[in-house]
């Protein structure tokens, strides 16, 4: 009788099949896991950008009443003087 080869699946077909599964599944948990951090990540940078958007938003405006004030103050601070001037000009010639 001759022998003849093993019909089926070989002890060594199923380490090689078992091993091709785990790099394969060892690969894919690595991709999610980079997946996810990318997206996480991505997620904390758009609130930040957000955050900086309102930031410079606010600055703008906050430069905007600055310059108003700035202006307010110029101005009034003109009027005071020339009525002071005015009256103090009033009063040493009277005296």
Known sequence: ??????????????????IAMTIVVMLAGVK????NRIYYESRALNKLDAEVAALREENSILKTNVERLKYKTE?????????????????????
Do not use: H, K, N
Request: proline content about 7%; charged content about 20%.
């Open 1 to 18: 009788m001759s022998r003849r080869p093993p019909r089926g699946i070989t002890p060594g077909t199923l380490a090689i099949a078992l």
């Open 32 to 35: 999610i896991y980079l997946s």
């Open 75 to 95: 101005v009034t601070d003109t009027i005071f003087s020339l009525d002071d001037d005015s009256q103090g000009g009033d009063t040493e010639a009277t005296q």
